[in-house]
């Protein structure tokens, strides 16, 4: 997904930069950039590959190049970022995070333009950064520029721009994505997870609503376009994709896991010996899972972090498998000859649930059960590249659909999707069976958004329901 971080202030914020960038990093594993104006209004820049090795391993070298009281830092999952561009706008230095649908025929309206051009490739197409940024330099002003790219972007893109000694800071327009500002003596930071401020000694001060924009100098701030009244944040800030000490809309990560454990538990009728956690999102879930019901939580497998990326990331199926399996140890004295259930914060494609389920049972388990602490996935997102699957197919919760429903072209996915249906309770039945677990059960969407804490309607769900009210779409597709 990629996340970004931003400072102005009225000493060297280089230190804050660097790490406040650092602290995003699991975010995404594809390119990290820095970029800093100096004292003589010069961009200095650096951007490097950090697929195989750490952000701040590549960066600690370029430390002594970075000068200057502003700055911005990416970690990216697919773009060399920032971009450096210059326009009847001047020059600015722009960052993006989000996912743009309609990215084709937003290059041929540029086209058709008479002046549009594209140097910047990514993955063979496009950069989706600097398409933002010819959009943006179709209007007057930096401001209107980024309003009117918000309005044409179909998906999802927030954005920092670092111009006029300053930076303007945008929340996508259905604030999909977080963007929160800190502050500190003589400085402004904006960053999407909060972990970035503590140890910096930010505190937070401001959350971005859908779709504004602000001005972000070093003593103070301004608002450049009101935010919009409605608000979809992405529910896998809390299941997944945030840091446990991080706040999302004034709600903790690791709090709200401990709630969703909680629910999870109710109900549940299976004998087990120790409730375990898949690292390292699954852990928080499974100690609030533990403690409501009274179950012991063991530590059944160790993650070994120093050497091995998370597992998504990898085009290529072969090379996750081969990632999930090294970086997960299993602990065989909490194994051998036990009963476990095990938390994870989702079940995607499946195929590491099930090739972990194999590996425990040649440990010598007894028993494995799984709790997934979201629904099952039915919809490739559509916002934030939550995953790459090429085929909403790869999705283990759709290939059970097709096993019951055969090729049949008119399926009502709403069947699948409510909890309470029985063709819903057969999906995760078969689900079971192709995973190779004892028992398997979801979290339902009611009591998900119920540990979040936020009404529905502030939440998007489209990858469990289909639904995104924000667009006017209330049927699943």
């Not at 990514?122 to 401001?143: H, R």
């Not at 929340?171 to 997870?193: F, Q, S």
């Not at 629904?375 to 090429?390: A, E, G, H, V």
């Amino acid at each position: 997904m990629g996340g970004f971080f931003g400072v102005v202030s009225k000493s060297d914020c280089v230190c804050d930069l660097f790490y406040g960038t650092d602290y995003h990093s699991h975010l995404g594993t594809w390119r990290g950039g820095l970029a800093v104006l100096d004292d003589e209004q010069r961009i200095r820049r650096t951007i490097h590959d950090i697929t195989n090795s750490q952000f701040r391993t590549k960066f600690d070298a370029d430390l002594d190049y970075f000068k200057g009281n502003v700055g911005i830092g990416i970690i990216s999952d697919y773009e060399d970022q920032p971009l450096i561009i210059t326009s009847h706008l001047g020059t600015f230095t722009i960052v993006t995070v989000g996912r743009i649908l309609n990215s084709h025929e937003l290059m041929l309206d540029s086209f058709r333009s008479g002046f549009a051009q594209f140097s910047e490739m990514s993955c063979g197409e496009i950069n989706p950064t600097e398409l933002v940024a010819t959009l943006i330099n179709q209007k007057n002003s930096i401001t209107e520029g980024i309003a009117y790219a918000q309005e044409k972007i179909e998906g999802s893109c927030s954005m920092l721009i670092m111009a006029d000694n300053g930076i303007y800071a945008a929340r996508d327009r259905y604030g999909r994505t977080p963007v929160i500002i800190g502050a500190k003596e003589g400085a402004h930071a904006v960053t999407m997870e909060t972990s970035a401020f503590p140890n910096l000694d930010y505190e937070e001060t401001y959350r971005l609503g859908p779709g504004e924009v602000t001005f972000i100098e070093a003593d103070q701030l301004t608002q450049k376009k009101a935010p919009g009244d409605r608000c979809q944040i992405c529910a896998f800030f809390w299941v997944y994709f945030g840091y446990p000490s991080s706040d999302f809309e004034g709600i903790n990560t690791e709090s709200m896991r401990y709630r969703n454990g909680g629910l999870l538990a109710r109900d549940e009728i299976n004998e087990v010996d120790s409730i375990c956690g898949i690292p390292d999102s699954g852990v928080a879930h499974g100690l609030g899972f533990a403690h409501e019901s009274g179950i012991p939580y063991k530590r059944a497998f160790v993650k070994y972090t120093p050497t091995w990326s998370r597992s998504f990331m990898p085009q290529n199926q072969s090379a996750r498998d081969i990632i999930s399996r090294m970086k997960l140890i299993p602990v065989m004295d909490q194994v051998r000859g036990k009963r476990l259930l095990f938390c994870d914060d989702s079940v995607v494609r499946g195929t590491q649930m099930r090739d972990t389920a194999k590996r425990l049972h040649r440990a010598g388990v007894k028993e494995v059960h799984v709790r997934s602490a979201c629904p099952p996935l039915m919809f490739s997102c559509k916002y934030l590249n939550f995953s790459r699957s090429k085929s909403e197919m790869d999705l283990v919760a759709r290939r059970a659909v097709r096993k019951l429903e055969g090729d049949n072209p008119n399926v009502d996915m709403s069947e699948y999707t409510d909890a309470k249906n029985p063709k819903h309770q057969a999906m995760v039945t078969e689900i079971c069976r192709e995973l190779n677990l004892d028992s398997l059960r979801y979290q339902t969407l009611d009591d998900m958004v119920k540990a979040i804490g936020l009404p529905k309607e502030r939440v998007c769900t489209y990858c469990w329901d289909g639904q995104s009210c924000s667009e006017g779409n209330d049927k699943p597709q």
